[in-house]
């Protein structure tokens, strides 16, 4: 019986999908998520980048603000969240 709680509880697990780590919900899986998090977060919540779209441009230069403000990254890692945010949420 209790093997047959532990299996059903397997299977409800998987059926809900891979977990994510944290939870930002507004912003998409995709490669340079785990960066924008780790470095956007350091002053206000990474889910402030859901409120808008922009193009490839648009967020590099957001980015590029950010950094100005003070975010704490490499130039790649800065290059990689603009691609990210071009993805996830691009001009419409
Ligand atoms: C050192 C602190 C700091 C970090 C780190 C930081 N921000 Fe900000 N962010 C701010 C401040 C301060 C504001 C409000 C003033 C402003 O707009 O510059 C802001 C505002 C914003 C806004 C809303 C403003 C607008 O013009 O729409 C967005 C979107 C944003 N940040 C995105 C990001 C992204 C993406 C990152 C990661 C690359 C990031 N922030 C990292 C300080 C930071």
Do not use: I, S
């Given at each position: 019986m209790i093997v047959r709680i532990f299996t059903v509880a397997v299977l409800l697990g998987l059926a809900a999908g891979p977990a994510l780590a944290d939870d930002f919900k507004a912003l998409p899986e995709g490669p340079g998520r785990d960066v924008a998090v780790r470095i956007c977060s350091q002053c206000h919540s990474p889910e402030i980048v859901a409120h808008q779209t922009l193009d490839a441009q648009g967020w590099k230069d957001?980015?590029?603000?950010?950094?100005?403000?003070?975010?704490?990254?490499?130039?790649?890692e800065f290059d990689t969240i603009a691609?990210?945010?071009?993805t996830a949420f691009p001009a419409k």
């Open positions: 957001l980015v590029n603000q950010m950094a100005n403000n003070g975010a704490n990254g490499t130039d790649a691609k990210y945010l071009a």
